[in-house]
């Protein structure tokens, strides 16, 4: 591997780590932090100001936090108007008796488990708005980081202070939204490529039947343009059978 691929590599690490620190800050990072992560690498102004961009694209703030809701549809701003409302109606608490609450809860008290998921149900919300314009709505992060939360809460017992508490369910559902979002981008990416697929045999299985005058076969497709069959095969599948260049009967198979 070339020092200039390890260079790339590490910037994009870095990045990535800056970006995810980030959000545990509420998403916000200062210049300083930015210039600290990315000083071995001795940037320039323009690289440090397209780090900015993608940072903002990513709704973080620089020095103070970026107003989420900005970011949001017509339809996730809707959604997420009526779920506020219904967590309104949760009946609200001290400090000192969520304290008692995690207490309990970390002692495995199902009732208060089950309380301390709905009186963090709003954290879930605060959380995922870090999260919009990733690609996935919002409302799909706030059913994921519900889930988590539902999850992590019997998990409380592996702390050694109820003080941590709030940190590690905020943890859990940044990890749990972030693998949401992984997954649907690689979801995404395998559809790119699956598209692509089918446009370049439909594509070379059209120039060989112009010049066959009629469609072409599996095999014929893959003697002329010596691409693998099974590749021509999963094209066709993708595509429903639908590439009409192609005479595709069940002995090609």
Known sequence: MSNLENKEQLFAQ????LTRNARRQGGVVSQEEIEDAFSELELNEDQYGLIKDYLKSHNIGIGEAVDASEYLTEEETSYLEYYLAELNEIEPVSDGEKEAIIISAMAGDKTAQKRLVEISLPTVVDVAKLYAEQGVLLEDLIGEGNMSL???????????????????????MMDAMEALIEDDAAEASRGQKAVKLVQEVADKAKE????????????????????????????????GNQIEDIDFKPQDK
């Open 14 to 17: 870095i990045l990535a780590d």
């Open 150 to 172: 539902m999850k992590s809460v019997e998990e409380l017992n592996t702390l050694e202070s109820h003080k941590e508490a709030d940190a590690f369910l905020a943890q859990m």
């Open 208 to 239: 060989l039947a112009d010049e066959l005058r009629r469609s072409c076969t599996v095999e014929e497709l893959a003697e002329e343009t010596g691409m693998d069959i099974d590749k021509i095969l999963e094209a066709i599948k993708v595509s």
